[in-house]
């Protein structure tokens, strides 16, 4: 088979499941390859090896398996990931709550802090990158997403700075810290996701609890009780409002919520009152 002729079948496999069917197929074939697109383009009437193998790649595809599982890689801010099932493959929006942890840390001179949830260890492997001085401790509930975030910070040489440890929320961290990072579960127990998402990802890093918002005020409940100053957690288009009552119920000097790029509601930052219960 030449590659325009394997591109060609591609595109019609993934019709249903991908919204670039094209750009999947060219994507997968280079990964395939071990190539760039441009290979494909310079070569396309060329046959290749192991077509069988490519066309099983093909099928996960068009069987909704998400792209960055199959190739095991994502792209994410300035960096590149490693990603397997079992563990949440790090979303776009996140790179806005990194930001803005960043701007906190630099004003305040923030040098130790603790993230709830480290998944592949997507935030706390950015924002070691970035403050060469700042010290983390990033739990997470499940095995899988330690391994794989252990992982990542040994390709990055961040073993210094960054400690994993397995813990609900921040109970084994009795460290000092000053502000505290999360992207939890906080999806609503019966909402409906799409099948790459609901087939493929793990429910410990979607599901926040019947509402969905559970976790997120369990963390925000626990980091004042702690005395930590900061707190900067994403969270769903529909919570600003349940969030907003209940921080104004427990008292905090301020709630700011942000958006993300396309308009929605898609977290918040916490300063909490110093000294008080
Ligand atoms: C939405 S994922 C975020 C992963 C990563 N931080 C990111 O932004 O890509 C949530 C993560 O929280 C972990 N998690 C769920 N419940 C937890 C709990 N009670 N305590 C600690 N981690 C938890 C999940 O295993 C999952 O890795």
């Known amino acids: 088979m030449m ?15 991908c919204e670039r069917p094209a750009f999947e197929a060219e994507l997968l074939l280079a990964y395939h390859l071990g190539q760039d697109r441009t290979y ?4 396309e009437s060329e046959s290749f090896p192991d077509v069988d193998k490519f066309q099983k790649l093909i099928q996960r595809r068009a069987s909704h398996e998400p792209y960055e599982y199959i190739v095991g890689s994502v792209s994410f801010y300035d960096i590149h990931l490693e990603v397997e099932k079992g563990v949440l493959i790090p979303r776009p ?4 709550l990194i930001d803005l942890v960043a701007e906190i840390i630099e004003k305040e001179n923030i040098t130790n802090i603790a993230e709830i949830g480290v998944g592949s260890g997507a935030i706390s492997i950015v924002l070691a ?20 975030a252990e992982k990542n910070i040994k390709t990055f040489g961040l073993n210094q700075q960054i400690e994993l440890r397995k813990s609900n929320l921040i109970d084994e961290v009795p460290e000092a810290l000053e502000l505290v990072v999360s992207n939890p579960p906080y999806i609503a127990e019966d909402f409906l996701l799409e099948s790459n998402v609901i087939d493929y990802e793990p429910k410990e890093a979607l599901f926040g609890g019947r509402v969905g918002d559970e976790l997120l005020k369990q963390i925000i409940l626990d980091v004042k009780n ?7 957690c994403e969270m769903g288009y529909d919570q600003k409002e349940p969030l907003q009552v209940f921080v104004n ?29």
Do not use: C
């Open 3 to 17: 590659i325009k002729e394997a591109l060609s079948w591609a595109r019609e496999e993934l019709k249903e499941a």
């Open 40 to 43: 494909l383009l310079i070569h």
């Open 93 to 96: 929006e996140t790179e806005i």
């Open 129 to 148: 990158r970035k403050f060469p001085q700042l010290h983390i401790i990033a739990t997470d509930i499940s095995d899988m997403p330690i391994k794989v």
């Open 226 to 232: 702690r005395g930590i100053k900061y707190l900067a």
């Open 249 to 277: 119920e427990i008292g905090v000097e301020y709630i700011k919520f942000y958006k993300d790029l396309a308009g929605f509601d898609r977290g918040f930052v916490i300063k909490f009152n110093e000294g008080k219960e």
